[in-house]
């Protein structure tokens, strides 16, 4: 999974969880459609209905609970900061609970990103794709 290096970061502990969130949701967005694609070959709008199904709040959710015992303290961490940034908005067909932890999870993958940590990242989404 290495990706393209466009320059330096600023310190994680500057960046807000929202921040990550937003980098780790491209990530986590990326894995999908790159594991959708090894599954075998169907049309654009099926790639894309099932991406959905993968990143919508609630499956996010459900992949965070699964992974929590496998992290780290640190990535526990991670992830905390993201489930307790506060968001302004929390799509309609969402609960806050299943909001928070998708956010918790996309800023546990943006982290992960920044710190060059994408044998980690892809094992955790591994882990995510065999439950599925």
């Not at 609970?65 to 940034?85: F, H, K, T, V």
Request: net charge negative; aromatic share 8%.
């Amino acid at each position: 999974m290495d990706m393209l290096n466009l320059g330096a970061f600023p310190p994680m502990s500057e960046m807000s969880p929202l921040a990550l969130a937003f980098l780790g949701d491209g990530v986590y967005g990326l894995l999908v459609r790159e594991h959708l694609l090894q599954r075998g070959n169907c049309t654009v709008n099926r790639l894309h209905t099932q991406s959905v199904e993968w990143v919508r709040c609630e499956a996010q959710a459900q992949a965070l609970r699964r992974l929590w015992p496998a992290l780290s303290e640190a990535e526990q961490a991670i992830a905390q900061r993201g489930r307790n940034a506060h968001v302004h908005h929390v799509p309609k067909n969402s609960s806050l609970e299943d909001y928070h932890s998708a956010t918790a999870l996309e800023t546990l993958f943006g982290a992960l990103y920044i710190q060059g940590e994408f044998d980690r990242i892809r094992a955790l989404f591994m882990t995510i794709a065999e439950n599925e």
